[in-house]
């Protein structure tokens, strides 16, 4: 399973940092990255980062306002989150697996809460 910290309270427009750490390197088609579920919503991909090439994926609503980033020797990725808006709110899933397929493994999900 994967280990995620960070997220908690912010104001719009503000900023959170979460990261992701794995027990062990991914297989190298793999990503590790994010997806989000708001309240009485479906879960819905946010951002991820490939493995073994370094490129990266952002969803429409988050580009140019998240970054993810990894350090591959901790086995984890970041997710910085600027400009943040309150429909950013929701539970924050950590996962790996192939882009675009159900992942594998994930996270036990963490709560980010954006107020106006």
């Known amino acids: 399973q994967l280990e995620e910290t ?3 309270l912010a104001q719009a427009g503000g900023s959170l940092r979460l990261s992701c750490t794995a027990p062990r ?9 994010w997806y989000r579920q708001a309240p009485g919503q479906d879960r819905v991909f946010v951002a991820a980062f490939s493995w073994s090439g370094g490129k990266t994926y952002y969803a429409n609503p988050v580009e140019g306002r998240f ?3 990894r350090d591959s020797a901790k086995i984890t990725v970041y997710l910085q989150m600027d ?3 309150v429909e950013d709110t929701g539970v924050y899933y950590c ?3 192939l882009l675009g397929s159900e992942w594998d493994v994930w996270g036990q999900g963490t709560q980010v809460t954006v107020t106006s």
């Open 6 to 8: 960070g997220g908690g």
């Open 25 to 33: 390197r991914p297989y190298t088609d793999y990503v590790m990255g």
């Open 67 to 69: 970054t993810i980033s």
């Open 83 to 85: 400009s943040l808006k």
């Open 95 to 97: 996962g790996a697996g």
